[in-house]
């Protein structure tokens, strides 16, 4: 990780009664953004990366967390992220360990109407919201999209540029458009791991 820690994240969120645990870090300045009708909760550890020189794969943006309209994001401990946009109306868990990579997008709703009557009519309201799941230690490659309703189990890994729409088991690699599941993986003792590599990472 290239860079230097900004505080400013930290008082962001305490202006917005955003809670988040020890030792979360944050380079560069991500748009941070709850409503008073929803809530967002980051754990111990959390990493969010917004600077284009902290994470070299070349990130679009500055991280994106935005929960409105009843939406509710929660963050598990050592969640890390670069350049990602992660938007609720409804719910999105993310568990511990989960890495995301450069520029993924995750939504648990349409943004607008599906139906093309409806749209016309009323464009910003009537979108369909489905809750968001995604387990721990899972690896979400470079500009994935995760679609609203999907869930994904533990240990998995999401290919780089996948899109995501529906529920996959844990141990599993993901990829395409539509993401299928591609490959088994040996669960062996990830959960474990994944904490050591956590610990080391958070030392750093």
């Known amino acids: 990780m290239v860079g230097i820690k900004n505080p400013i994240p930290k008082l962001m969120m305490k202006v917005q009664g955003i809670k988040y645990g020890r030792k979360c870090a944050f380079y560069g ?8 009708d929803a809530s967002m909760t980051l754990g111990d550890g959390v990493v969010c990366v917004s600077s ?4 070299l ?7 994106i ?7 509710e994001i929660t963050l598990g401990d050592d969640v890390r992220m670069s350049g990602v946009t992660i938007y609720s109306r409804e719910s999105i868990r993310i568990g511990k360990h989960t890495s995301i990579g450069g520029n993924v997008k995750i939504f648990d709703h349409d943004f607008h109407p599906i ?7 009323h464009p910003n309201s009537g979108m ?6 995604i387990g721990e230690n899972v690896l979400i490659g470079a500009n994935a999209i995760i679609l609203k309703g999907s869930r994904i189990g533990s240990n998995s890994v999401v290919g780089a540029g996948a899109v995501v729409a529906g529920r996959f088991e844990g141990n599993c690699v993901i990829a395409g458009n539509p ?3 591609i490959r088994k993986l040996d669960s062996g003792n990830c959960s ?6 956590a610990d080391e990472t958070v030392r750093e």
């Open 128 to 133: 369909k919201t489905k809750p968001v799941e």
């Open 179 to 181: 993401a299928r599941v």
């Open 52 to 55: 284009f020189l902290s994470n």
């Open 115 to 121: 139906d093309p009557r409806e749209r016309l009519a």
């Open 192 to 197: 474990v791991q994944a904490k050591v590599l």
């Open 65 to 71: 967390l935005l929960a409105r309209a009843g939406g």
């Open 57 to 63: 794969v070349g990130l679009y943006q500055r991280s």
């Open 29 to 36: 300045i991500p748009l941070i953004i709850c409503t008073k």
